[in-house]
T-cell receptor, first 114, second 114 residues
């Protein structure tokens, strides 16, 4: 199993450009999450989804949009990138229930906005 | 709202020293607790997790953590660290239900000198 796959792994954007980060999971997980990681800040939740067709805001949603059109994919969009969005982005997924469930993380996307 | 506090921002130890990293959370209900490790340039890996039962949890690579409900704490311990334990460590909590997002602490950087 591939688990959680994030594309691209690296990207440099100019201020004002747009882009979409793709997260794909092959574990049939219901729940998916987008986090950003910044030095000294830990991981902060941007948006999450509790199922196909649903999304919700996390702690730091401003400047981002998300979509979950298919259960296996969770897209994170930046409509007009800003230098403050320079970060490492992690996607994660988890299953709906069961004892001892866990979270599976992708390997991250390093985004630089210049 | 839930929050997680990691009191040690940077810990420096010599090999064979004992390690204890503090983690406190604020949430009055049932919680699940996690410790993740991130080696330089890599994504998050699960060290251990607590859902219920024995409050002393053993994880991978010789790590363990103790859940003390009365203190809202979940401290990570290792009796003898190795140079390869140099990494960033994150404590995380969710609200005790499958699918709820993980809330992370800001992380503790551990540097182990040989």
């Amino acid at each position: 199993n591939a688990g959680v796959t994030q594309t691209p792994k690296f990207r440099v954007l100019k201020t004002g450009q747009s882009m979409t980060l793709l997260c794909a999971q092959d574990m049939n997980h219901e729940y998916m999450y987008w986090y950003r990681q910044d030095p000294g800040m830990g991981l902060r939740l941007i948006h999450y989804s509790v199922g196909e067709g649903t999304t919700a805001k996390g702690e730091v949603p401003d400047g981002y949009n998300v979509s979950r059109l298919k259960k296996q994919n969770f897209l994170l969009g930046l409509e007009s990138a800003a230098p403050s969005q320079t970060s490492v982005y992690f996607c994660a997924s988890s299953k709906a229930g069961g004892r001892g469930y866990g979270y599976t993380f992708g390997s991250g996307t390093r985004l630089t906005v210049v | 709202a839930q929050s997680v506090s990691q009191h040690n921002h940077h810990v420096i130890l010599s090999e064979a020293a004992s390690l204890e990293l503090g983690c406190n959370y604020s949430y009055g209900g049932t919680v699940n607790l996690f410790w993740y490790v991130q080696y330089p340039g890599q994504h998050l890996q699960l060290l251990l997790k607590y859902f219920s039962g024995d409050p002393l949890v053993k994880g991978i690579k010789g790590f363990e953590a103790e859940f003390i409900k009365s203190k809202f704490s979940f401290n990570l311990r290792k009796p003898s660290v190795q140079w390869s334990d140099t990494a960033e460590y994150f404590c995380a909590v969710n609200a005790g239900q499958a699918g709820t997002a993980l809330i992370f602490g800001k992380g503790t950087t551990l540097s182990v000198s040989s």
